[in-house]
């Protein structure tokens, strides 16, 4: 079946650092894959999204590429800010009516 | 925008109560979904529906049901609520219309069970 495996964290960066969350999955068909974000006391919002090969998703300064060779879909932002600090899950979706969410990563981002 | 309304942001009951948790979205779609979210378990499926009236069981159905009667609203009923289902509930719903579609999640309800 699908799977997908994230680095569990947690993360502490300061400000300003650079940010990579690694996110890699197993499927048997052609999945798109997301990235969501979790505030505290909040619901997952959806932060981006790839479906096919090669895609990069982008927004608010976060990125991912779908790398079909690498089976991977790795989070990264150039620059964090404190506001970043939240939960944040890879995750696979495919021709099924169900999700597969990795565990996700906690990151915190000091001043 | 998406918006998936849950009613209650937090909710206390006691052990054996019979329990609602009711969740309305605004975009016409035909599939939705109740997770719940527990620390170091992830976020697990409860039940889906893909229709009006349509229900099925995900990963840990067990102590739960669901009812949709309306395409917008789908309700997550704990029949006899006991410890174990003091939890994070998060619901979400999707278009159908493509596999790229996005979950869009509600802001949750934190149930406790005392």
């Known amino acids: 079946g699908n799977s997908v495996t994230q680095m569990e964290g947690p993360v502490t960066l300061s400000e300003e650092a650079f940010l990579t969350i690694n996110c890699t999955y197993t499927?048997?068909?052609?999945?798109?894959l997301f990235w969501y974000v979790q505030y505290p006391g909040e619901g997952l919002q959806l932060l981006l999204k790839a479906t096919k090969a090669d895609d990069k998703g982008s927004n608010k300064g976060f990125e991912a590429t779908y790398r079909k060779e690498t089976t991977s879909f790795h989070l990264e932002k150039g620059s964090v800010q404190v506001s970043d600090s939240a939960v944040y899950f890879c995750a696979l979706g495919d021709y099924g009516q169900n999700f597969v969410f990795g565990p996700g990563t906690r990151l915190s981002v000091l001043p | 925008d998406v918006k998936v309304t849950q009613s209650s942001r937090y909710l206390v009951k006691r052990t054996g109560e019979k329990v609602f948790l009711e969740c309305v979205q605004d975009m016409d779609h035909e599939n939705m979904f109740w997770y719940r979210q527990d620390p170091g378990l992830g976020l697990r499926l409860i039940y889906f529906s893909y229709d009006v009236k349509m229900k099925e069981k995900g990963d840990i159905p067990e102590g739960y049901s669901v009812s949709r009667e309306k395409k917008e609203r789908f309700s997550l009923i704990l029949e006899s609520a006991s410890t174990n289902q003091t939890s994070m509930y998060l619901c979400?719903?999707?278009?159908?219309?493509?596999?790229?579609?996005?979950?869009?999640f509600g802001n949750g309800t934190r149930l406790t069970v005392t």
């Open positions: 979400a719903s999707r278009s159908a219309s493509s596999y790229n579609s996005p979950l869009h």
């Open positions: 499927a048997t068909g052609y999945p798109s």
